[in-house]
């Protein structure tokens, strides 16, 4: 019977460190949860002030959500307009992928496998937004925007363009 006993220990310590390691994915899990929640929350609160404003904002609504590189890339733009009087940005509201948005339409939120926030507009298109957030205040910014076309991003667009 020693055997026995012997066995049934190394088996219990041999699982100690699996039971710690489901701990610690649980742990991430958690904090992947609740950063998406987060990215969420942070679209969710910038598509419901471009609805309360119908787009009137100044500076417009994802100018105030973006980050520091985002905001650079935009000032481009209100800068180069200014020069030239024309505008290098695109020529649709990105927010609503569309030129005369319906600020009505349903939409859905959630995040994908790379860690975009996708909006679903119901006219059938779909944003994606790329965010940076800061776990010790619970914030999150705009660092970017995919555009439909040639899977180029906002910032891309207007770095390139806007010079």
């Not at 019977?1 to 088996?11: C, E, F």
């Not at 929350?41 to 973006?66: C, F, R």
Request: proline content about 2%; glycine content about 4%.
């Amino acid at each position: 019977m020693p055997t026995y006993k012997s066995l049934t220990l190394l088996l219990t310590i041999g699982l100690m460190p699996v039971g710690h390691a489901i701990a610690d994915v649980s742990k991430v899990d958690q904090k992947q949860n609740a950063m998406a929640n987060m990215k969420i929350a942070t679209i969710t609160k910038m598509y419901q002030q471009d609805i309360d404003d119908q787009g009137m904002s100044n500076p417009v609504v994802l100018q105030q959500y973006a980050d520091a590189d985002l905001q650079a890339a935009m000032q481009l733009e209100q800068e180069y307009f200014e020069k030239t009087q024309t505008s290098c940005n695109i020529d649709y509201d990105v927010l609503w992928n569309s030129q005369d948005p319906d600020y009505m339409q349903d939409k859905n939120f959630s995040i994908t496998d790379q860690g975009l926030v996708q909006v679903s507009l119901a006219q059938g298109s779909d944003i994606y937004y790329e965010l940076s957030c800061d776990d010790n205040d619970k914030n999150c910014q705009v660092a970017d925007v995919v555009l439909a076309q040639d899977d180029k991003t906002l910032r891309q667009h207007l770095l390139e363009n806007c010079r």
